[in-house]
């Protein structure tokens, strides 16, 4: 399957989504002189679509377990507690199987969660 079609594939997906009833997540945002982390809770038995990330940066699970398949096509179990670098262009969709905190972990200057999102993520392509 190509790159192209996997892409498409989560594109194809986030449309879905988009038509299902839609829930608050629980979201919590550091910052530092130097640094951001952002902190998300999400519920068991959901569907999580992530934007598209700009940049290379550390994720942590510190609980929980989701099925997750990324823009490559590969598909993961991902078992907290661990971690993993998220890689630049990254965009990811969740199958949250249990309760499930992730923490992103950025370098750089951060004014605040806007300026933060607007150097770090992009929309993914089914929201433009």
């Not at 598909?75 to 262009?89: D, L, Q, Y």
Request: charged letters at 20%.
């Amino acid at each position: 399957m190509s790159t192209e079609l996997k892409i498409n594939s989560l594109h194809e997906l986030g449309l879905l989504c988009r038509g299902l009833p839609q829930i608050d997540m629980e979201l919590e945002h550091l910052f530092t002189e130097q640094a951001y982390a952002r902190k998300l809770i999400m519920p068991a038995n959901t569907v999580v679509m992530s934007a598209v990330h700009k940049t290379r940066h550390i994720t942590v699970c510190c609980y929980g377990v989701a099925d997750v398949v990324d823009t490559d096509g590969t598909k993961t179990r991902i078992t907290g507690p661990s971690m993993w670098i998220t890689e630049a262009g990254t965009q990811r969709a969740l199958h949250v199987i249990e309760e499930s905190c992730w923490i992103g972990f950025f370098v750089g200057k951060f004014e605040s969660v806007l300026d933060a999102e607007t150097k770090l993520i992009n929309d993914p392509s089914f929201l433009e």
